[in-house]
């Protein structure tokens, strides 16, 4: 059980066959390399995220808290039309569809 929660994969028992060693090794290279590939994605979407302005990042935060856009602009200070100016030019910066996609892809937002 320790090993499973350490991450273990395969288990492999002496003396291991080259049959069996083989394609534990080719599906533990691909595991990897799956693995790597989320994390560039994953490193390039927080990378967009950081160029986000300190207010772009604000309204970012609160929206994905579920606030309308009216809120965001009585929480802020600011107009409704200056918000969704910042919402489209946060999604342009990141090249997203939706915030709500953005931080589910950053790990914001976890569904349950």
């Known amino acids: 059980m320790q090993t499973v929660k350490a991450g273990a994969h395969d288990f492999l028992t002496k003396p291991v066959s080259s049959a069996e060693l083989l394609p534990a090794i080719n599906r533990a290279l691909e595991r990897h390399e799956a693995s790597s590939a989320a994390?560039?994605?994953?490193?390039h979407l927080r990378a967009l995220v950081a160029t986000l302005t300190p207010r772009e990042r604000?309204?970012?935060e609160l929206v994905i808290l579920g606030k309308t856009n009216k809120h965001v602009a009585c929480e802020l200070g600011s107009t409704e039309?200056?918000?969704k100016a910042h919402r489209q030019?946060?999604?342009?910066?990141?090249?997203?569809?939706?915030?709500?996609?953005?931080?589910?892809?950053?790990?914001?937002?976890?569904?349950?």
């Open 89 to 112: 030019k946060v999604m342009e910066k990141t090249k997203v569809q939706s915030l709500a996609e953005l931080a589910e892809r950053i790990g914001m937002l976890h569904p349950q």
């Open 58 to 60: 604000q309204v970012f």
């Open 39 to 43: 994390k560039a994605v994953l490193d």
């Open 81 to 83: 039309r200056t918000v």
